[in-house]
């Protein structure tokens, strides 16, 4: 059974950090491309970072600079260090693991920043 579970979400000021952890548990996690999106209420999932399995990244040009996705393949964890949040950060962020046809989410976790 492939499971995904995120933590560290929570509650946070305005320029503060957070770190997002993504537990990966019933896949080969080496080869999967991992990703995180977020929704915020009211509008639709969005992408927000991915990492190949090589390493390779991309993140959305509105958490560049802010927002760092990295994987630990010895732990099957991903991980997203955000930096600088802001109140339009604030929405529920999952985890995704993609590999072919294989497409596997989380079952998200709550970030909330205050103004």
């Known amino acids: 059974q492939v499971q995904l579970v995120e933590s560290g979400g929570g509650l946070v000021q305005a320029g503060g950090s957070l770190r997002l952890s993504c537990a990966a548990s019933g896949i080969s996690f080496d080869p999967y491309t991992m990703a995180w999106y977020r929704q915020a209420p009211g509008k639709e999932r969005e992408f927000v970072a991915r990492?190949?399995?090589?390493?390779?990244?991309n993140a959305a040009d509105s958490v560049k600079g802010r927002f760092t996705i990295s994987r630990d393949n010895a732990k099957n964890t991903l991980y997203l260090q955000m930096n600088s949040l802001k109140p339009e950060d604030t929405a529920v962020y999952y985890c995704?693991?993609?590999?072919?046809?294989?497409?596997?989410w989380g079952q998200g976790t709550q970030v909330t920043v205050s103004s």
């Open positions: 990492i190949a399995s090589g390493g390779g990244t």
């Open positions: 995704n693991a993609r590999y072919f046809t294989s497409n596997f």
